[in-house]
């Protein structure tokens, strides 16, 4: 009990020290759709219950930091760094690129299907069922991590709601190789060159498993108190 207490206040702390981050959901982009994701950012939060559900600890890179995006992988260089798995990746053939689902059906059941268990949770129906066709939503961007051969090994999708995206889905088979670190290294680069959003978001930080929280800081994601706006 007292180390439980002790952990909750530990955790009332770092909260406590958390910069804000002002979102916005701009309804101009597509009324129904913004609004609808609006409230799923802001509804109760499951175990805070005075909190909305993505606003404490909001994992995001503050894009308006770097003028390119040359800039942004300069902080995550170093040994064994997030840039480091990202140009072994590279040098191996890899590439990033923005994607039609439609043509990877196959490579995306395979990477939806390649475990049963990430980030120590089953994978849900929505991952094991194959999806035989795609209608992309206009609020979206969709990258992918292709190989030597072409085959897709990664994807990612990523909605733009304002001044901010945020990542919906974000997975890739398990190899050695770097694909991760380099797919959402691209994206944030991406991001930074086309000057259309001020932060990227990769859900939350302190519900991630302690291997996610160090991908995420790994590429520059850091905890905020997020404060959501629609407009």
């Excluded at 191996?92 to 995306?108: P, Q, S």
């Excluded at 959402?184 to 291997?211: Q, R």
Aim: charge should be positive; proline fraction near 3%; hydrophobic fraction near 35%.
């Amino acid at each position: 009990m007292r180390k439980k207490f002790a952990s909750l206040l530990e955790l009332a702390r770092s909260l406590s020290r958390l910069p804000t981050a002002h979102l916005e959901f701009q309804l101009a982009r597509d009324p129904a759709n913004v609004e609808r994701i609006f409230k799923h950012f802001t509804k109760r939060h499951p175990r805070f219950l005075l909190c909305g559900n993505k606003t404490l600890g909001a994992a995001l890179v503050d894009l308006t930091r770097f003028q390119t995006g040359a800039e942004y992988l300069q902080t995550i260089k170093g040994r064994n760094s997030a840039e480091h798995h990202a140009r072994r990746a590279r040098a191996r053939g890899y590439r990033v690129t923005e994607i039609d689902r439609n043509h990877y059906i196959d490579d995306i059941h395979h990477i939806n299907t390649s475990v049963e268990v990430r980030q120590g949770k089953p994978m849900s129906d929505s991952y094991l069922s194959k999806q035989h066709h795609y209608v992309p939503d206009p609020n979206y961007k969709y990258f992918g991590t292709l190989d030597v051969t072409g085959h897709l090994v990664a994807y990612g999708e990523v909605g733009v709601w304002g001044n901010f995206a945020a990542f919906n889905r974000i997975i890739g088979v398990r190899n050695n190789d770097g694909i991760m670190h380099l797919m959402v290294s691209e994206i944030v680069c991406t991001m930074i060159e086309n000057d259309e959003v001020e932060f990227l978001m990769y859900d939350t930080y302190f519900k991630a498993s302690p291997g996610l929280k160090l991908f995420k800081t790994a590429l520059g994601f850091s905890p905020y108190r997020a404060r959501y706006r629609l407009q």
